[in-house]
């Protein structure tokens, strides 16, 4: 791919920085966050590797990192936070308390934030981790960006189908301050426009007219 603005090169220098179980835990509030969120399994992981030609993810799910938010430095102004993703069934109920008080406070609170990418696998789009990050985000005056991964799992016609249902939905629940595209990691489609958002987020933009 032949993106003219620094992006990529940036996502391709991410290195892991710290893991919060607290928002108090977290970097200094300055500069510029964008936070990838997802149910378990929904494909997050996969994901931000693909965005980053690294192995970030992996990082957050090994013992004593899978806490809060783990961070990852993209340069000295610029982060990226990978937000628990858990399946309702899986969480003991005490840990999930504590994550949901943390997660809206972290949304709530940061100014850093810039805006969330959340991931949806495609073929089982919106539950209620998706609903009750959407409330959230909203709520906080922050834009979204939805990633409906494994679009390859499913032909061009019924992925193209799920993405047309699932922004109508949106629209009308949510508003205009959320973006959705499909998404794949194997095939890497839609990385340009991933891309795209996360630039316009951390302010690479001007850089990249240049
Ligand atoms: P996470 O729990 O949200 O971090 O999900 P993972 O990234 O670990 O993915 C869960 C499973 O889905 C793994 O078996 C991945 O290989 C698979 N997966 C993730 N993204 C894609 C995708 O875009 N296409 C396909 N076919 N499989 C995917």
Redesign the pocket.
């Known amino acids: 791919m032949q993106l003219k603005n620094p992006i990529l090169g940036l996502c391709q220098q991410a290195k892991f920085m710290l893991s919060a179980a607290k928002v108090d835990q977290c970097p200094d509030d300055a500069g510029f966050e964008v936070a990838f969120a997802?149910?378990?399994?929904?494909?997050?992981?996969?994901?931000l590797n693909t965005l980053t030609h690294a192995n970030l993810?992996r990082t957050s799910?090994t013992p004593g990192r899978t806490q809060l938010l783990n961070f990852f430095l993209l340069d000295d102004d610029r982060r990226l936070v990978d937000l628990p993703?858990y399946g309702y069934a899986k969480v003991p109920i005490p840990l999930k308390q504590h994550w949901q008080r943390h997660l809206e406070a972290y949304l709530g609170s940061r100014e850093s934030l810039k805006g969330v990418v959340l991931?949806m696998d495609v073929r089982h789009p919106m539950t209620e981790f998706d609903t009750m990050m959407l409330d959230w985000t909203v709520a906080s005056g922050m834009p979204m960006h939805i990633l409906l991964?494994?679009?390859?799992?499913l032909t061009h016609g019924a992925a193209k189908n799920t993405l047309l249902k699932v922004q109508s939905q949106i629209r009308k629940s949510w508003g205009e301050g959320v973006t959705i595209q499909l998404?794949?990691?194997?095939?890497r489609q839609g990385l340009e426009e991933a891309y795209r958002t996360l630039a316009n987020w951390l302010e690479l933009e001007d850089k990249a007219q240049q």
């Open positions: 997802g149910r378990s399994n929904a494909g997050k992981s996969s994901a993810a799910k993703g991931l991964t494994k679009a390859d799992k998404f794949s990691a194997p095939k």
